[in-house]
């Protein structure tokens, strides 16, 4: 537990990087008559995101070498969270501080939405002379479009738009350290759609098996380590056995079932023979050090962790069986959502317009995530003459073959993505670690999500 403790550690304190106090009316008027208090007759939109200081230091200079030479009549004010990002900005419009416009997950837009807080961007995109939503990958209309009387994803308005994506669950994995049989196993691609076909269960637990090299209590190479957040890969597992971490109707846990508890002990069995818990937080590290043979992961990994001194291979993540549809699936899509009591709508809307042709272009050439426009993927990012790097050339089209499977991670209205790997987290290590029996982790899980999600309710 003491390891999982650190873990829980940095995890909050990571998570304190990530949200901001709004201390100013979401485009309000200064004495001088100026919107947002951003003078010279500027009107001032207030942006909200996770960034750091550094990101939004280069943001600043993007603004300065090209938005502010487009539209010299505004000002974007930059705020940086300082603390849980959603709840502070839930705060803030409960104050009715909130900024113009902030950063938004698929997995975290259900207070919003219930509460009317979101501007819909279907007329701005309409009116728009830079881009439509039609630019826009078809998956943020299964990330963004809500109808408020159906309560459904998929249709309906759109309340936010995408900045950039990957399928973040994808299999990644060293080459260098399979025997050709092994590389048969993990590489074939019997539909012909260009990235190797998902392992089943048993198929991925023998290579795991195989490639777990252990000599007494010392493990010199790892077979599998999750990557991400051990509840989002666990979550893609039970999507990938054609089940879902709570019920769609009640939305209450399904740790108690059966067919849910199958999956569960069988990834933690995984992550037991790989003494997950005595690993450190983040695992890319020790995968680029040529370490570990298998993790989860996204495109943004190989700059992010310099993987691309790998000989490396992308897979789907594995399925329970062949008769399972594999799903991988994106927690990615953060994108831009716009405030319904923003003052200065149409200028928040042309700070995202402009970011998503600014960025995406920027982005599209440094081959790191798939940006919003699609135009820009497939202009640059497909293109070897610009996408010069081998192994990264090879794994952008292993992902771009993958978008068309992509799904939004499973989405509860009453217990959020981040409140089930909150669970998940504190749990886990007494779990692995053997102060918890599978039956009380499992029935832990269960009490903890089916609280919030009564809570939430009312």
């Known amino acids: 537990m003491k390891r999982y403790g650190k873990l829980l550690a940095v995890a909050m304190t990571a998570g304190m990087l990530f949200g901001a106090v709004a201390c100013e009316e979401s485009g309000g008027t200064s004495d001088d008559g100026t919107f947002g208090g951003g003078g010279n007759g500027k009107t001032t939109v207030r942006f909200y995101s996770f960034n750091d200081t550094e990101t939004n230091k280069k943001l600043e200079e993007a603004l300065e070498a090209d938005f502010y030479k487009k539209n010299p009549d505004i000002y974007v004010q930059l705020e940086i969270s300082t603390g849980s990002f959603y709840t502070n900005l839930l705060t803030d419009f409960a104050g009715g501080t909130e900024a113009d416009v902030f950063s938004m997950e698929p997995g975290e837009i259900y207070p919003f939405l219930s509460e009317n807080y979101l501007e819909p961007l279907d007329g701005y995109f309409e009116k728009s002379e830079n881009v439509s939503l039609d630019d826009v990958w078809e998956i943020n209309n299964q990330a963004y479009a809500y109808d408020s009387e159906s309560k ?7 309340y936010a738009v995408m900045k950039d994506w990957t399928t973040d669950s994808m299999l990644l994995y060293n080459r260098s350290l399979f025997t050709q049989e092994q590389l048969a196993m993990i590489e074939g691609d019997e539909d012909g759609d260009g990235v190797a076909d998902p392992l089943t269960f048993d198929e991925f637990e023998v290579l795991t098996t195989q490639l777990l090299k252990k000599q007494g209590n010392l493990i010199s190479q790892y077979s599998f380590l999750p990557g991400l957040a051990e509840a989002k890969v666990l979550a893609q597992f039970i999507t990938n056995a054609g089940l879902s971490w709570f019920d769609p109707t009640t939305y209450e846990s399904t740790f108690d079932t ?40 996204g495109l943004y990994c190989i700059d992010a962790y310099d993987l ?5 291979g992308v897979a789907y993540p594995p399925v329970k069986d062949e008769n399972t549809e594999c799903k991988p699936y994106t927690t990615g899509c953060v994108g831009f959502a716009v405030s319904s009591r923003s003052k200065v709508k149409e200028e928040a809307f042309k700070f995202i317009e402009w970011y998503l042709n600014y960025y995406g272009e920027q982005d599209a050439k440094n081959c790191n995530n798939f940006p919003a426009l699609k135009k820009y993927a497939e202009e640059y990012m497909l293109d070897p003459e610009i996408n010069t790097n081998p192994v990264k050339f090879k794994a952008t089209q292993l992902f771009y073959g993958s978008l068309s499977k992509a799904v939004v991670i499973d989405r509860n209205p009453y217990c959020s993505q981040a409140s089930f790997e909150n669970i998940e987290f504190t749990y886990t290590g007494e779990y692995l670690e053997g102060a918890l029996s599978f039956e009380d982790f499992c029935n832990t899980l269960d009490y903890e999500i089916n609280k919030r999600v009564n809570q939430a309710k009312g």
């Not at 459904?152 to 759109?158: I, M, P, Q, S």
């Not at 691309?308 to 490396?312: K, M, S």
């Open 152 to 158: 459904t994803f998929g249709t309906g308005k759109t």
């Open 258 to 297: 059966p067919e849910v508890q199958e999956v569960v002990r069988y990834y933690y069995d995984i992550l037991g023979k790989n003494e997950v818990n005595d690993v450190g937080s983040t695992f890319y590290p020790l995968f680029a050090q040529g370490k570990i043979a298998m993790v989860m992961g």
């Open 308 to 312: 691309d001194n790998l000989d490396l």
